[in-house]
């Protein structure tokens, strides 16, 4: 982790420095040789005292917000400090400058699209430091629909696998709902439920399904239920999305992935006491992967259910 990290500070301090050599300060040029002479610095403290007193001076320049933020992340990642230093906090803030400046443009340049993209790996590698891992995805498939970034991509697919056999307990469920809602999107959660192989029956003990996961269809699927019946969902409806893997037909696997949502819903009505009517099902198939391509770990991801907050 520590290799790709220095990596990525690395290749964006060289990208930033290239790319802005003379468009950083149009409206504050007597900045300029401060913030040239903070990106020289080796102290990271001292990097951030210079580089915020260019922030005051340069308000609304994402290229600063960007380059400070960066000189925290090190600090941080220099000191090991603990997920709830403020410091971390302060940090996000400024990758998140970058992102609400750069929003404001019309049409990015090539230079901004990867500096935007460089920011939301960096934002989604703090989020795993400070455990949240749903906000750390977030921003790694945001930086990848930007442009290709096969370190982003790498993290993603690492992240969705140890979700797809540890498995989401019900505090990581409620807070994909809540992210999801805070951001503006769907609320709507991927839950790696496993059944066993070439079946819509749940499994009952871990690792059943053959694909070595940590926890029973069974067991998520409760975890689930717990969530979805407390007072708080009393007035809401569901809809449960079956996804599989790659392999098979289509019609092969949009049956497959409709009976497993079904298989999911009755044993929600079953065991928590949830009226039907409040759970609907529909099965994607392999239409909707969350990850293209397949190897052990992406066909793992790719097989799931998906629960989406209706009303």
Known sequence: MKNIKITLFVFYCIFTIAIFPSTVFPECSDMKNLYQHALKQDDSSRKISMLEKVRVECPGNFVVFYELGKAIHTLCMEKNLPPEDELWAKAIIQFKDVLTTLANIQSLAEQQKKLKA??????????????NIYLAKFYYKMAI??????????RLIDLEYHHSTKGLDEQEIMLGFKTAKAYGVEPTVDIPIHFEY???????????DGAGGGISGIEQAGKLGNVISAPGFSQNSFLLIGHTDIH??????????????????????????????????RGDGKRNLKIQGSSEKIDAINRRVEIVIIN
Do not use: W
Not at 145 to 154: R, T
């Open 118 to 131: 460089g920011t939301c790996v960096h934002l989604g590698e703090i989020y795993e430091r400070v455990n």
């Open 145 to 154: 629909s930007i442009i290709p970034f096969k370190m982003a991509e790498e």
């Open 198 to 208: 070439d079946s819509s029956m749940l499994t009952s003990t871990p690792g059943q």
């Open 248 to 281: 098979g037909s289509d019609a092969y696997n949009d049956k497959l992935s409709r009976e497993r949502a079904e298989s999911v819903k009755r044993y929600l009505v079953d065991n928590f006491n949830i009226p039907s009517h409040r759970i609907t099902t």
